[in-house]
Structures are given as C-alpha cells and as structure tokens.
C-alpha cells in the first residue's frame, strides 16, 4: 500500500439531483483526483439490478468479506488507479443504496461500515457525498420520470401515487417514504462515519447558485478548482411546479428492421399519442404542504445541521 494518505469517496445520490451534471461535468474535471463512474459489472450474477455497487449493497452485508477485494480491484482498473502509488478515489453511483428493496438508512448505514472496514488495504479514509432534494419537487421528478409505465397517469393518479409512497403504514419503509426522510439517513450514516465525513447539500443551491454548489462539492472532495460547463435544464420539468407526463411506453409502434433505423440514427420506436392522456402534472400549494407536513419535524432537525430551511424545506403550520 502506498505510504500517501488515499481517501475513498463516494457519491450516493439521491437521484433526481443533478446527479448527471456531477458525473459529466463535475466529477471528471476533478484534477488529482480518480473518477469512477456508475461501475457496471457482473460480480454478483443472482441480481439483475444495473450496477455492481447497487448488487453489493442489495445483497447482505456479508459480500463485502467475500468480494469485497474483488470489487475495489476492478475499481482500480477502472479508474487507472494503482493501489501501490495510492490516490483519492471518487465512485458515483446515485442509485447504489436507493433502489426498491434498499430504502431503510440503517441498512445504507452498516453498508458503509463494512466498506470502511474492508478497504483498508486500498484507502485510509471514506467520505460520503448525499445531494437530497426537497421532498415534493422530487417525488413529483421521479413521477415524471417513471409515468410512462402508467396507463393511467393523471394529477389524480399522482396526488394518489404520492399517498401511497409517503405512507408510513403501507409503504414508508418499503417504498420510497423512508429515503426522503434525510435527518434519519444522515442520523443513521453518521452512528458509522464522522459526521465530517458526511456531506449532505441540498440540490436547490445548485439549481440556485451553480457556483456555490460546485465549491462546496470540491471543498468537501479536497480539490482546488473545478472547470464545468453550465447544467443542462430538466426536460421533463415544465416550470417550478409543472412536469410532463411521458407517452404511454406500450402505446407504440416499432419500425422494421430496427437494425437498419439504429444505424440511420433514426429511433424505431414511435410513441403513439392518446388524445385522452392527461399532459402535466403539478405540484400545488395544497399538495407541497401535505408532504412536506409528513416530514415537518425530520426537516426541522435537518435544518439545524445543514441549514435548509431558505429552500423552503420547513414550513409553518
């Protein structure tokens, strides 16, 4: 092992929070500093989820024991870090701990506790990068971005859908409730990893001040400068309070031979508008204070930690 002190970083989303904008204009312009991007591999061949860190991280806690070595190895090559000259290594990975079926912070929590333990042979030190989001902007975000599985996408069906998921009897910790309820996450992350290991930052300054943002992020990941483009604005999002509902995915006609319009450039794919499908959806006032009265007290606690109550996350009742 390198005698240089190598410290392992890792970006855990939550997705729907410029995620993207970090892994292509962010993160690789971090001169000195190893950039491994969303690893997709097949270490674990009993999960079909997408990444090698989600597959890890869905699995017991036992895994890291078992391929744990295998997994940073790959890490390094991928990156073109050499575990004997050493160097800060950042994984991005918005959807490792955040998929169906890993939604409990304790579960995130004594994941990172086994990383810390099993990669000592690589690095001296993990830090955490979590960007979250306000509770209603991003459920109505990630309705947006999955409503094209539903027949019936409407505002009824997402005022519904939204019901369902910040639910603390039905789906609050098997759905997506529990991940939205941040002073928890952080409170569990933190039981593990010093609390100035953590960086949880809101993804409203990056909506707000792009600048601000970026240093934070470079402040917290120990780099001086880094050069980024502007961010790329959100096509399913419509205003502030409006987004798109996407085609019905199985109202469709595909074009033959598909090959042959994959190599034209063209997409074979055509989705066939329904004259009947409801266009937007939006976030009312009514509707943001119900969430955000779900998790009235978590974000109050949040908010002497990391200060987010300027982004509207506290609200007065």
Same mark, same amino acid.
């Given at each position: 092992m390198s005698s240089e002190k190598s410290t392992l970083y890792l970006h855990?989303?939550?997705?729907?929070?410029?995620?993207?904008?970090?892994?292509?204009?962010?993160?690789?312009?971090?001169?000195?500093?190893?950039?491994l991007?969303?690893?997709?591999?097949?270490?674990? @061949?009993?999960?079909?989820? #997408?990444? @090698?860190?989600?597959?890890?991280?869905?699995?017991?806690t036992g895994v890291w024991d078992e391929m744990g070595d295998v997994f940073f190895n790959r890490a390094n090559k991928e990156a073109g870090r050499s575990s004997s000259e050493g160097g800060d290594l950042l994984i991005s990975d918005e959807q490792g701990p955040f998929?169906?079926?890993r939604n409990d912070p304790q579960r995130m929590a004594v994941h990172l506790k086994k990383i810390q333990?099993?990669?000592?042979?690589?690095?001296?030190?993990?830090?955490?990068?979590?960007?979250?989001?306000?509770?209603?902007?991003?459920?109505?975000?990630?309705?947006? %971005?999955?409503?094209?599985?539903?027949?019936?996408?409407?505002?009824?069906?997402? %005022?519904?859908?939204i019901k369902e998921q910040i639910s603390y009897n039905k789906k609050y910790f098997w759905g997506r409730g529990?991940?939205?309820?941040y002073s928890s996450l952080l409170a569990e992350v933190t039981r593990f990893i010093p609390a100035h290991n953590v960086k949880m930052i809101p993804? %409203?300054?990056?909506?707000? /001040?792009?600048g601000s943002f970026i240093g934070e992020v470079a402040k917290f990941i120990e780099v001086d400068t880094i050069n980024w483009q502007?961010?790329?604005?959100?096509?399913?999002?419509?205003?502030?309070?409006e987004w798109k509902i996407a085609p019905y995915k199985e109202r469709s006609l595909w074009l033959r031979p598909g090959r042959l319009f994959?190599?034209?450039?063209? /997409?074979?794919?055509?989705?066939?508008?329904? #004259?009947?499908?409801?266009?937007?959806? %939006?976030?009312?006032?009514?509707?943001?204070?119900?969430?955000?009265?779900?998790?009235?007290?978590?974000?109050?606690?949040? /908010?002497?930690?990391?200060?987010?109550?300027?982004?509207?996350y506290v609200i007065d009742e």
């Open positions: 855990l989303g939550l997705h729907k929070t410029g995620s993207n904008f970090l892994q292509k204009e962010v993160f690789p312009n971090a001169k000195g500093l190893y950039f991007n969303k690893p997709d591999w097949s270490l674990i @061949s009993d999960y079909t989820d #997408p990444t @090698s860190l989600a597959r890890f991280m869905a699995s017991n998929g169906w079926h333990s099993v990669m000592r042979e690589q690095f001296d030190e993990l830090k955490v990068l979590i960007v979250i989001r306000r509770q209603d902007t991003w459920l109505a975000s990630a309705y947006a %971005e999955i409503c094209s599985k539903f027949k019936q996408a409407s505002q009824g069906h997402f %005022e519904r859908w529990i991940r939205l309820d993804y %409203e300054l990056l909506k707000s /001040d792009p502007s961010k790329t604005h959100n096509r399913k999002s419509l205003s502030n309070s994959y190599k034209l450039g063209i /997409d074979p794919k055509i989705n066939i508008p329904d #004259p009947f499908r409801s266009k937007k959806i %939006e976030m009312t006032p009514a509707l943001s204070r119900k969430i955000l009265s779900k998790y009235k007290s978590s974000n109050q606690c949040l /908010d002497s930690k990391i200060h987010v109550k300027e982004y509207g």
